[in-house]
């Protein structure tokens, strides 16, 4: 399997199970050396006699680094080269299960003789909001607690959490910090909150988890790029040029309505976050199970810098990937029934079921009149009720066979 990315948006579409986490973990490996949690590294498949993943990364200096990379069988491992990597610039990447990882090249590049550099940034679903330990050392303070103490501050941190908020709030509905707030008598932490439509200050701990992952999202990415800029400043380097955010399941947890605006907000948000001085450039991959996700790119998507990726299951090789032309097709039904989804009606399956035997019953009376039965007719007529709402637009042709019969009243 041979993939390209786009130079700043690849989404990718696919069935359950074809490989989109995959792909994901495979690309964060290539651009950081590391896998996005312990024992979860990509493997062979059982039959396979041998291995290897060749990457070609784009460095700082726009200089391309290829590697070919082969599974020792042996050790149970991908054998890396020893020498420096490419610096491919600040990767983030955001996994369904609500985990995150992190690759600053400030902080994880290279380790030197004396330094204690993590490999990457690894936080589970719980450490991103109480805080990254390690070796005794606080990578990271987490969401509850950096999130309290910059609303204290009212830093430019705090500022730019909630022009990020605000910049993926869904639709018509601002999500906006509530006051920080003691949700125990046992505890003494501050808890940040949300301030709802309704006029309430819901804490974060209790937020929905459509809300707690578009939160966690936007201190990610602050936390990130604010902690690699001061990282940068220490060691007198200047800041990456290329930031790269992988997400997978984009839509997760969201309405339809949000789905319909994340993808594009999340493009403006990583496009804008930068200091006016520093102007990264932004490659962004997600993988996503919604067509109303692919709706949202038809007015931005750029086919000199973006491109839409199809996995397919394929009965001689497996799996295959494949690059789909974008075409607008303007609705998400219109997606749902094109070559990213594969559908073949948007109904549900027991109406796709009973439209396929009614419309093979007028197409052979059509044929051979007086081929198809009147019970046989009643019948199937009263199964459609059971299925199709009033307004369906197939009760014009069935219904015109059954009045010319006179079966139907």
């Known amino acids: 399997m041979e993939i390209e990315f786009g130079n700043r948006l690849s989404l990718i579409t696919g069935d359950n199970g074809v490989g989109k986490s995959f792909l994901l973990d495979v690309a964060w490996w290539a651009l950081t050396r590391t896998w996005p949690s312990s024992g979860r590294q990509s493997i062979p498949r059982e039959d396979a006699r041998k291995a290897t993943i060749e990457t070609t990364v784009k460095g700082q200096s ?97 500022k730019s959490l909630k022009v990020a908020l605000e910049a993926l709030s869904p639709p018509q509905e601002k999500l906006r910090p509530g006051l920080l707030q003691r949700i125990s008598t046992e505890d003494s932490q501050d808890y940040p909150s949300i301030h709802m439509p ?144 594969d559908l073949k009606t948007t109904y549900s399956e027991g109406a796709e079921s009973e439209l396929a035997v009614a419309a093979q019953l007028v197409e052979r009376e059509l044929s051979v009149p007086g081929s198809v039965k009147k019970a046989e007719f009643q019948t199937q007529d009263a199964k459609l009720r059971d299925h199709l709402p009033e307004i369906d637009s197939f009760w014009v042709r069935w219904r015109r066979v059954g009045e010319k019969r006179g079966w139907l009243k």
């Open 62 to 158: 726009s200089k391309s680094t290829v590697r070919k990379i082969s599974y020792d069988f042996s050790k149970q491992t991908w054998v890396q080269p020893q020498a420096r990597p490419q610096m491919p610039g600040l990767v983030i990447y955001a996994q369904v299960d609500g985990s995150f990882s992190v690759w600053d090249p400030a902080r994880n590049y290279w380790q030197e003789e004396g330094q204690n550099r993590p490999a990457a940034f690894l936080f589970d679903s719980r450490q991103v909001w109480t805080g990254l330990e390690d070796h005794g050392q606080w990578r990271c303070n987490g969401l509850y607690r950096d999130w309290a103490s910059w609303q204290r501050e009212d830093n430019q941190s705090y």
């Open 198 to 341: 309704y006029g309430i200050d819901v804490p974060l701990i209790h937020a929905s988890a459509a809300i707690r992952r578009i939160v966690a999202l936007a201190y990610l990415l602050i936390w990130a790029w604010n902690e690699h800029l001061l990282a940068s400043a220490k060691r007198k380097q200047k800041p990456a040029p290329r930031v790269i955010f992988l997400i997978d399941e984009v839509e997760a947890h969201l309405h339809p309505a949000w789905q319909r605006r994340i993808l594009p907000s999340i493009l403006r948000l990583v496009e804008t976050m930068t200091s006016s001085t520093t102007k990264p450039s932004i490659q962004l991959i997600a993988s996503t199970h919604s067509p109303l996700v692919c709706v949202s790119l038809e007015p931005v998507f750029d086919p000199e810098k973006d491109v839409l990726l199809d996995l397919d299951l394929d009965p001689a090789n497996g799996v295959r990937i494949e690059q789909v032309p974008f075409t607008k097709r303007g609705t998400g039904e219109s997606w749902l029934l094109g070559p990213n989804f």
